[in-house]
């Protein structure tokens, strides 16, 4: 069974697979700041990226904002449904709204992500 999803303090969430495959969204609260999502660009598979580092862009009609590896490794797949069917990171953003999946070149780096309860916590005291 997949581990729970940790977080990113700018919102990305991270759910380790069972293939050792980390699958890689944003949260159910970044997608409601966001509203009225208009255009994505996903990463190309292939691409090393380090954890931090801005991996595509996410455009409403209010801003574009990007979104972040939350660890590093090797972009294996990218969700090519999303950018034409972006309604679905409103419907389902951990399961069908994933973004991308990372092989992760230091899963420990996972450790130092938020668990569900820290980051309900950090999403409370930014609405406050």
Same mark, same amino acid.
């Given at each position: ?10 919102? @990305?969430?991270?759910?380790? @697979? ?101 980051? @309900? ?8």
């Amino acid at each position: 069974m997949a581990a729970e999803p940790r977080f990113a303090k700018s919102h @990305e969430w991270i759910r380790l @697979e069972d293939d050792g495959l980390g699958t890689v969204g944003i949260s159910a609260y970044a997608v409601e700041a966001l509203t009225d999502l208009v255009f994505m660009q996903l990463p190309d598979v292939g691409r090393q990226v380090k954890a931090g580092e801005s991996i595509g862009e996410i455009e409403s009609v209010k801003a574009v904002s990007d979104f972040y590896a939350p660890v590093s490794g090797e972009i294996v797949e990218v969700n090519a449904t999303l950018p034409d069917d972006l309604e679905q990171l409103g419907k389902d953003p951990y399961g069908s709204g994933w973004l991308v999946k990372i092989r992760p070149a230091d899963p420990a780096e996972l450790e130092a992500l938020l668990d569900q309860p820290a980051y @309900e916590a950090l999403v409370q005291s930014e609405q406050h």
